[in-house]
């Protein structure tokens, strides 16, 4: 059987050394040069996949949040309008310092770091006031 004689070389060479990959399977793609998957089956695995992990990253994140506030609550006692710990009290518990959801800097400059409605204010040291959001 005869495979189709290459009549311009160059074409040749340029389609060989830079063969594009699937980006699903890693499989050189024939066909259009704008092709990025072999076929339907490689482009909806590779987009399910992405959106997946997308949908995992959210729902970690949330989950993340979620579970900070809780540990905030938790140091309450109810009518506190405050309360100090610390960084290793909160750590302990599992807070994850990096998981905010807004910040919010006062007159004199100090930054609170909120998780939903509660929220917390580095202090000296290794010591932290909690607060609670006053309802608007
Ligand atoms: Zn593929």
């Not at 009518?79 to 909160?90: A, C, I, Q, R």
């Not at 599992?94 to 202090?123: E, R, V, W």
Request: proline share 4%.
């Amino acid at each position: 059987m005869y495979l189709s004689k290459c009549k311009p070389i160059l074409h040749c060479m340029t389609t060989e050394t830079k063969p594009k990959l699937c980006l699903n399977c890693d499989k050189p793609v024939k066909g259009r040069t704008d092709k990025k998957f072999c076929d339907d089956y490689c482009r909806n695995n590779y987009n399910n996949q992405l959106k997946s992990n997308t949908i995992n990253l959210v729902r970690n994140i949330n989950n993340a949040l979620g579970k900070n506030r809780r540990i905030l609550e938790d140091m309450f006692n109810p009518g506190d309008e405050t309360v100090k710990t610390t960084k290793s009290k909160l750590l302990q518990k599992g807070f994850q310092f990096k998981y905010i959801t807004q910040t919010f800097t006062n007159k004199k400059g100090s930054t609170y770091f909120y998780c939903y409605d509660f929220g917390y204010l580095p202090l000296e040291g290794d010591w932290y006031l909690l607060v609670k959001q006053k309802e608007e």
